[in-house]
């Protein structure tokens, strides 16, 4: 493959021999733990370029779109969570938990496609792919500083965020709507507490557990339905980049990528255990 | 007499709830398409007899170029979009039921497993549980096809059911730990119950009922992530029909206005989705004791 579709049998050969492809599996492996622990993920098959450096340079642009979501979509569900469930009969409440509704049941590639179809091809009011113009800040090229860019974040971040803002939104609700019903809120509410600190104080703290459970799952998520949305939009990020790979049988850029989104995760879920014990005192550890 | 009684409350709220009502009714309909979708298709849009290049990108037939023959229009290949639906909705249906059976049997007897013997098989479990939950099913089975560049109806099956079992591992293990110590248990011990007669025949069928909200959800995560996969270009191959993959081809033709290739596989694909969902919220609802 690295020699070409043109590559005579002898450039096959010697390539092998330069990538280690010929030896066996364990001996390959081992030559890349050895060489991953140094930091050196080898070069991608296809660029001839350092994998880890390929990535690097892609990853701005996923974290923006990544952390855009997540952000937004926490504050919303969490919001319009409690909104709803203290209203669970009003219009715009049936009107919000039937939203909710499409958002679980709609994949999130279809939401692109549509959103693309709506926003760009009829309404011409936002454009359909790339990333617009970016600003250079040392290593860290940003797309959040330009009118351009957060245009052209507007759809790939609500593309990426619909399924996760609309499950926070139904924890949330049914979280409250079971807690609401507790003796202990009746109490607050009997001692004549004012209903922003019965709602807040009382009642979410104790529906956020669930809901940070679920908020450090959404990560992984995040990453997987970036590669999705990344190639629906062409946002040059880490996902369509991996899509790419897969499609060249680029290796080390899809090891590379892995390793880097372990990290990730395991940093977050470290983090979120964290943050349990400052919600719930009773699973501190001291 | 229990179950006779729990039945009919079943039914009763069962037959008042329309917006169960309404999604049984869907997942009905979708059904029966996927089951007798062959001999209602009007073609069968993979016989490559059946089908002509001349037909191609056709838009629906109550449009100015559209033909009786194609009343949902065709494909860049001349394909029938109504046909190609109904047997994408085969596929979807065909991985959904062949995920839960798979993951759902493995992971109900890993999580009782776990939860009855305790120890190092249930901290495995946990451990194992932990990092397949925050990986998420899609990257992992996107993953898996991307690497190994297997392609076909059973091999998405293996690898979606791969990271999705664990998701009925969990919800088992909690259900059993929660039963296990009852009286009725101790009881079945003290009559000489060995350990296989207690986990089948008290453990497993009193466990059960939370599982079936995860089957249900289960069906619809599923149905999507396959979905994901095969507009993504790593599920079924392009000689099967998926509903993710005409959404796949549809997409490089928006700009060019034909909007059918995407909006009708879409709605189906919603429709689908949706109608199992309102069967779980039910389901959730009606086996919540808290909520009643």
Same mark, same amino acid.
């Given at each position: 493959?690295?020699?070409?579709?043109?590559?005579?049998?002898?450039?096959?050969?010697?390539?092998?021999?330069?990538?280690?492809?010929?030896?066996?599996?364990?001996?390959?492996?081992?030559?890349?733990?050895?060489?991953?622990?140094? !930091?050196?993920?080898?070069? =991608?098959?296809?660029?001839?370029?350092?994998?880890?450096?390929?990535?690097?340079?892609?990853?701005?642009?996923?974290? @923006?779109?990544?952390?855009?979501?997540? +952000?937004?979509?926490?504050?919303?569900?969490?919001?319009?969570?409690?909104?709803?469930?203290?209203?669970?009969?009003?219009?715009?409440?049936?009107?919000?938990?039937?939203? &909710?509704?499409?958002?679980?049941?709609?994949?999130?590639?279809?939401? !692109?496609?549509?959103?693309?179809? +709506?926003?760009?091809?009829?309404?011409?009011?936002?454009?359909?792919?790339?990333?617009?113009?970016?600003?250079?800040?040392?290593?860290?090229?940003?797309?959040?500083?330009?009118?351009?860019?957060?245009?052209?974040?507007?759809?790939?971040?609500?593309?990426?965020?619909?399924?996760?803002?609309?499950?926070?939104?139904?924890?949330?609700?049914?979280?409250?709507?079971?807690?609401?019903?507790?003796?202990?809120?009746?109490?607050?509410?009997?001692?004549?507490?004012?209903?922003?600190?019965?709602?807040?104080?009382?009642?979410?703290?104790?529906?956020?557990?669930?809901?940070?459970?679920?908020?450090?799952?959404?990560?992984?998520?995040?990453?997987?339905?970036?590669?999705?949305?990344?190639?629906?939009?062409?946002?040059?990020?880490?996902?369509?980049?991996?899509?790419?790979?897969?499609?060249? =049988?680029?290796?080390?850029?899809?090891?590379?990528?892995?390793?880097?989104?372990?990290?990730?995760?395991?940093?977050?879920?470290?983090?979120?255990?964290?943050?349990?014990?400052?919600?719930?005192?009773?699973?501190?550890?001291? | 007499?229990?179950?006779?009684?729990?039945?009919?409350?079943?039914?009763?709220?069962?037959?008042?709830?329309?917006?169960?009502?309404?999604?049984?009714?869907?997942?009905?309909?979708?059904?029966?398409?996927?089951?007798?979708?062959?001999?209602?298709?009007?073609?069968?849009?993979?016989?490559?007899?059946?089908?002509?290049?001349?037909?191609?990108?056709?838009?629906?037939?109550?449009?100015?170029?559209?033909?009786?023959?194609?009343?949902?229009?065709?494909?860049?290949?001349?394909?029938?979009?109504?046909?190609?639906?109904?047997?994408?909705?085969?596929?979807?249906?065909? +991985?959904?039921?062949?995920?839960?059976?798979?993951?759902?049997?493995?992971?109900?007897?890993?999580?009782?497993?776990?939860?009855?013997?305790?120890?190092?098989?249930?901290?495995?479990?946990?451990?194992?549980?932990?990092?397949?939950?925050?990986?998420?099913?899609?990257?992992?089975?996107?993953?898996?096809?991307?690497?190994?560049?297997?392609?076909?109806?059973?091999?998405?099956?293996?690898?979606?059911?791969?990271?999705?079992? +664990?998701?009925?591992?969990?919800?088992?293990?909690? &259900?059993?730990?929660?039963?296990?110590?009852?009286?009725?248990?101790?009881?079945?011990?003290?009559?000489?119950?060995?350990?296989?007669?207690?986990?089948?025949?008290?453990?497993?069928?009193?466990?059960?009922?939370?599982?079936?909200?995860?089957?249900?959800?289960?069906?619809?995560?599923?149905?999507?992530? @396959?979905?994901?996969?095969?507009?993504?270009?790593?599920?079924?191959?392009?000689?099967?029909? =998926?509903?993710?993959?005409?959404?796949?081809?549809?997409?490089?033709?928006?700009?060019?206005?034909?909007?059918?290739?995407?909006?009708?596989? !879409?709605?189906?694909?919603?429709?689908?989705?949706?109608?199992?969902?309102?069967?779980?919220?039910?389901?959730? @609802?009606?086996?919540?004791?808290?909520?009643?």
């Amino acid at each position: 493959m690295l020699a070409g579709v043109y590559g005579t049998e002898q450039d096959r050969v010697e390539i092998r021999k330069a990538y280690a492809l010929d030896k066996p599996f364990y001996i390959q492996y081992a030559l890349f733990i050895a060489r991953a622990a140094r !930091g050196d993920f080898g070069n =991608s098959y296809v660029n001839r370029i350092s994998a880890l450096k390929l990535i690097m340079e892609r990853a701005p642009a996923t974290v @923006e779109l990544v952390t855009t979501s997540a +952000v937004v979509a926490l504050i919303l569900g969490i919001g319009l969570g409690v909104m709803v469930s203290l209203k669970p009969r009003s219009a715009v409440s049936r009107l919000i938990m039937a939203a &909710s509704l499409g958002g679980i049941s709609i994949p999130t590639f279809l939401i !692109g496609v549509l959103l693309i179809m +709506v926003f760009s091809v009829y309404l011409h009011i936002l454009p359909p792919f790339g990333r617009g113009e970016t600003v250079t800040m040392g290593f860290w090229r940003t797309g959040l500083l330009t009118w351009s860019g957060i245009t052209h974040l507007i759809l790939p971040a609500l593309t990426l965020m619909g399924y996760q803002l609309a499950v926070l939104l139904r924890l949330t609700r049914a979280g409250m709507r079971e807690v609401l019903t507790e003796e202990y809120i009746k109490t607050a509410w009997a001692k004549g507490l004012s209903a922003r600190r019965v709602i807040f104080k009382h009642a979410l703290k104790n529906v956020l557990i669930p809901v940070i459970t679920i908020s450090g799952l959404m990560l992984g998520e995040l990453l997987a339905f970036s590669v999705v949305t990344e190639t629906i939009f062409q946002w040059p990020g880490m996902g369509n980049l991996l899509l790419k790979s897969i499609y060249d =049988s680029d290796q080390p850029i899809i090891v590379t990528y892995i390793m880097l989104a372990s990290v990730v995760i395991l940093s977050i879920n470290i983090i979120v255990d964290i943050l349990y014990a400052f919600l719930n005192p009773r699973i501190r550890y001291d | 007499m229990i179950s006779h009684l729990l039945k009919s409350k079943f039914l009763h709220d069962y037959l008042r709830d329309p917006s169960v009502l309404v999604g049984s009714f869907i997942l009905l309909v979708f059904i029966l398409a996927a089951l007798f979708g062959p001999w209602i298709a009007p073609q069968n849009p993979y016989d490559l007899k059946a089908i002509s290049l001349e037909d191609f990108l056709k838009p629906p037939s109550w449009m100015a170029e559209g033909e009786a023959k194609f009343p949902l229009g065709t494909d860049d290949q001349g394909r029938d979009i109504l046909s190609t639906i109904l047997y994408g909705c085969r596929t979807s249906l065909i +991985v959904a039921f062949g995920v839960v059976l798979v993951s759902g049997s493995f992971g109900i007897t890993m999580g009782m497993l776990a939860a009855y013997y305790g120890g190092r098989l249930d901290a495995l479990l946990m451990r194992l549980a932990d990092t397949f939950f925050s990986f998420s099913t899609t990257l992992i089975a996107f993953l898996l096809l991307g690497v190994f560049k297997q392609k076909g109806v059973l091999v998405v099956i293996i690898a979606i059911s791969i990271a999705d079992w +664990v998701r009925y591992a969990r919800t088992m293990r909690g &259900s059993v730990l929660e039963i296990k110590e009852t009286a009725f248990i101790t009881a079945a011990r003290a009559s000489g119950a060995g350990d296989m007669r207690i986990l089948l025949r008290h453990l497993l069928p009193n466990a059960l009922p939370p599982i079936f909200v995860v089957v249900a959800v289960d069906l619809a995560v599923v149905i999507m992530i @396959e979905a994901t996969l095969s507009f993504l270009g790593v599920g079924v191959p392009l000689t099967e029909p =998926s509903l993710g993959m005409m959404i796949s081809i549809g997409k490089d033709y928006i700009y060019a206005g034909m909007w059918w290739m995407i909006v009708f596989p !879409g709605i189906t694909l919603i429709l689908l989705v949706v109608g199992i969902n309102l069967f779980a919220d039910w389901l959730r @609802e009606e086996l919540n004791p808290k909520i009643q």
